[in-house]
């Protein structure tokens, strides 16, 4: 079947309508006229295969990376205009469609390096022919596809993934089993200042002493890690760490700050852009008396806004990541820099003191009703919302529009060649 591509959807497929039914077609851009087949049919929507191309846009160029069977790019086909263009549309309809909000989006800030920008990763290890591969599943399967090598990961994490891989090899591990559970079900790597942490997520098992040699030989090593986990809860980690060699933390440096960072915790994924963000976010802020940063991670934020307040409050549910924030103040002689380890909305509403400023970075899944609830309650002058997905973003501000009015509305590139879009939204209460 041939049809014309209308517009984008959030997962960066090209949507077209078939007598007013949508087609989801996934490598499709909009404007192009393309000849498909029909994948999936459900009642209200189709799954379209892209078959040929037969007028392409001016947004499409040819990709930089071979590998698709990962399906870890969804805009690998797409030229960086295009791609700016696909986030800011998708953040402009959203904002429409759920918060009915229509005014000024302020241009994408891009990312400086469009690839090897990815400072971490945490792939599955299977077997796969004998063989064990470092992999990924497919999107919304159980499909494992080994990845040969990965354009967007940092230089070092790639070239130690792929060392590791063949040591394992060398060294017979094998894949994760459930029934004798032992065996290796994830790597977790992060490279910050060219040093990588490796983490080997295995079953209950002792890794040989002569492996976890080779694996410190490797030049941008800098700390190893075993987590054990044998059950089946969806935390990537088990409940046991163990330090294995060399450093415990990594190091981040920011601007005049050094932070440390443990392998629970979490930092943002892409470390230059991180720093813009941050500044971006500094700049927003008045300078008050007191500020909230909720979901704070390492406290990388309220470091930064730090200069700002007479006092700052960071609150984030991961112990590790706490114990790290909380160093991380102290180390750097901010002693008005404070962090608390529970739920966001737990803590917030405990909080006696007036709150001029909160800022809050939460997980995909956006603020929950009653960090929500929270927030109408104690309604702090300004809030400044950081979002990874514009969908629950948009959906969360309807609700604070009853209290709050937009100031503006800044999207950022973290993660180029993929569909993500981050958006900075600064919000004041109203009169
Ligand atoms: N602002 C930080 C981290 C943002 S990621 C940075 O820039 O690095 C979101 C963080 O929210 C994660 O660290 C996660 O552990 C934390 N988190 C998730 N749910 C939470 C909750 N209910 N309460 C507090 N923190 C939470």
């Known amino acids: 079947m041939k049809t014309t591509i209308k517009k984008w959807g959030i997962n960066g497929e090209g949507i077209a309508y078939i007598k007013g039914k949508p087609v989801f077609i996934d490598g499709a851009i909009p404007g192009e006229l393309v000849e498909f087949s029909v994948a999936e049919e459900k009642e209200k929507y ?6 040929n191309v037969i007028q392409p846009s001016n947004l499409r160029h040819s990709r930089p990376c071979q590998v698709q069977e990962c399906q870890g790019c969804s805009l690998m086909h797409v030229n960086y205009k295009g791609q700016c ?3 800011e549309a998708i953040l402009k309809q959203t904002l429409a469609k759920y918060a009915g909000y229509t005014k000024k989006i302020a241009p994408i800030i891009k990312n400086e390096r469009v690839l090897g920008y990815r400072n971490s990763c945490k792939l599955p290890v299977k077997m796969v022919d004998q063989v064990i591969r470092i992999g990924m599943y497919q999107n919304r399967s159980n499909q494992f596809v080994p990845l040969p090598r990965c354009i967007v990961h940092q230089k070092n994490l790639e070239i130690v993934r792929q060392e590791i891989e063949s040591l394992m090899n060398q060294f017979h591990l094998k894949e994760y089993d459930s029934k004798t559970k032992t065996g290796i079900r994830t790597l977790v790597l992060k490279e910050f ?3 990588v942490q490796v983490i080997f997520v295995t079953g209950d098992m002792d ?3 002569s492996f976890i040699q080779e694996v410190s030989q490797l030049k941008p090593v800098g700390s190893i890690w075993q987590s054990i986990k044998t059950d089946s809860s969806i ?3 088990g409940k046991t760490m163990r330090h294995l060699a060399k ?3 990594m190091k981040i440096h920011l601007h005049q700050y050094t932070l440390n960072l443990l392998p629970r915790s979490f930092y943002q994924l892409n470390t230059r852009q991180a720093v813009v963000l941050y500044d971006y976010v500094q700049s927003l802020v008045r300078p008050c008396r007191f500020i909230v940063e909720a979901y704070s991670g390492i406290g990388a ?4 806004v730090s200069s700002k307040a007479k006092r700052v409050l960071g609150i984030e549910v991961i112990e590790d990541a706490v114990i790290n924030a909380n160093q991380n103040a102290r180390n750097n002689h901010l002693e008005h820099v404070s962090f608390v380890c529970d739920d966001a909305a737990n803590a917030f509403l405990k909080i006696r003191d007036k709150v001029e400023c909160l800022i809050v970075d ?3 899944s956006g603020l929950d009703s009653s960090m929500r609830q929270a927030i109408l309650k104690k309604k702090p002058s300004q809030l400044i919302y950081i979002s990874c997905n514009p969908s629950t973003l948009a959906k969360n501000l309807k609700e604070l529009k009853q209290v709050y009015h937009i100031v503006s509305v800044q999207p950022f590139d973290m993660f180029s060649q993929t569909q993500h879009v981050e958006t900075v939204c600064l919000l004041e209460k109203k009169k």
């Open 193 to 195: 200042e060219e040093k």
């Open 247 to 249: 450093d415990k933390d």
């Open 46 to 51: 189709e799954i379209g295969k892209l078959e």
């Open 362 to 364: 939460p997980p995909r």
């Open 85 to 87: 263009k696909m986030k």
């Open 301 to 304: 934020m309220s470091l930064m």
């Open 235 to 237: 935390d990537i980690f």
């Open 207 to 209: 890794l040989e002493e």
